[in-house]
């Protein structure tokens, strides 16, 4: 089975603070990707990444960047958190058309 | 544009009653469709694809290209079936996905 992982299950930050959001597969997936899921809104594409180093902007990028400087990891930066930012936050990887999902990370900015 | 619509947000339903769980999509391409389902504090995972043609926990959905519909049916709702449902559209090498806003299953006793 793959196995995504997810560095924290809550986080609670403070508004302006820089926040850095871990997420690991095991599987040698190239295709990695960041939502975010907030009720009645579903799951937005916050980027993406297709291969180490690579990435490429999703539907709401603003506020946030990625960094991938390995296959199996796939970060995600809050370079100033704002209370707008408070949201669950998953993480998938995916080969053969089908994603494969993280345990998620609630964080909430004060 | 491409695009998912999943038009109810909460569906109730009892137990033995049939369900249908409402998807249209917008694509110009060759689509390929899923079902994604999230249980109460678990991780979201994939139900079903449509080219598989499988029925999962008794789930079943056609791909209706006339109506551009991708509908998820069990013919008796199970309570342990309540959970949130996203459809999601696909197609294409780096195995992105759009998400609807997903569809809320309770089944009441």
């Known amino acids: 089975d793959v196995k995504v992982t997810q560095s924290s299950r809550y986080l609670v930050k403070r508004t302006g603070e820089k926040v850095f959001l871990e997420c690991v597969q095991d599987m040698d997936h190239e295709n990695m990707f960041w939502y975010r899921q907030d009720p009645g809104l579903g799951l937005r594409l916050i980027y993406f990444s297709y291969d180490v180093k690579m990435k490429e902007k999703g539907d709401i990028p603003e506020g946030y960047s990625v960094s991938r400087e390995k296959k199996e990891r796939f970060s995600l930066i809050l370079e100033s958190a704002s209370t707008n930012q408070t949201s669950m936050y998953l993480c998938?990887?995916?080969?053969?058309?089908?994603?494969?999902f993280g345990p998620g990370t609630r964080l909430t900015v004060l | 544009a491409q695009r998912v619509t999943q038009p109810e947000k909460l569906l109730s339903v009892f137990k033995g009653a049939p369900v249908e769980l409402k998807c249209n999509y917008s694509y110009s391409g060759s689509p390929e469709l899923f079902w994604y389902v999230q249980y109460s504090r678990q991780r979201l995972q994939l139900l079903l694809r449509?080219?598989s043609r499988e029925s999962i926990k008794g789930f079943t959905a056609d791909l209706n290209k006339g109506e551009t519909s991708f509908h998820l049916k069990k013919p008796f709702a199970q309570e342990e079936d309540s959970a949130m449902y996203y459809c999601a559209l696909g197609g294409g090498a780096t195995n992105k996905l759009i998400f609807g806003t997903g569809t809320l299953l309770a089944v009441q006793p």
């Open positions: 998938a990887s995916a080969r053969g058309g089908k994603q494969f």
């Open positions: 449509h080219i």
